[in-house]
Nanobody
Framework: QVQVVESGGDLVQAGGSLRLSCAASGSIFSINRMGWYRQAPGKQRELVAA???????LYSDSVKGRFTISRDNAKNTASLQMNSLRPEDTAVYYC???????????????WGQGTQVTVSA
């Protein structure tokens, strides 16, 4: 079975840094895209950053210049380096991967369980 697991969330002071990690495992043929989303209390889940297999990246305006997404295609992993953190970055962060499983000519979307990031003022 294919699964996605993220880790690295913590409590950090404003201005600090954190690095989140995401790992996809199982019967995977390819991963077309990996991305990070977040959801704060009382708010909708939003896209933070994403990267396709070819390396093209996109970021939300609120994190551009502070966050960096990267992926290792050989290891089926992705990370999110978060710098200059602000209290408004506080949220549960979720990893998402668009995966083609072995033996199936179709792309499926997989989500991790989420990891809590809390930024204190």
């Amino acid at each position: 079975q294919v699964q996605v697991v993220e880790s690295g969330g913590d409590l950090v002071q404003a201005g600090g840094s954190l690095r989140l990690s995401c790992a996809a495992s199982g019967s995977i043929f390819s991963i077309n895209r990996m991305g990070w989303y977040r959801q704060a209390p009382g708010k909708q889940r939003e896209l933070v950053a994403a990267v396709v297999r070819g390396g093209s990246e996109l970021y939300s305006d609120s994190v551009k210049g502070r966050f960096t997404i990267s992926r290792d295609n050989a290891k089926n992993t992705a990370s999110l380096q978060m710098n200059s953190l602000r209290p408004e970055d506080t949220a549960v962060y979720y990893c998402n991967a668009e995966i083609v499983p072995l033996g199936i000519s179709k792309t499926f979307s997989y989500w991790g369980q989420g990891t809590q990031v809390t930024v204190s003022a």
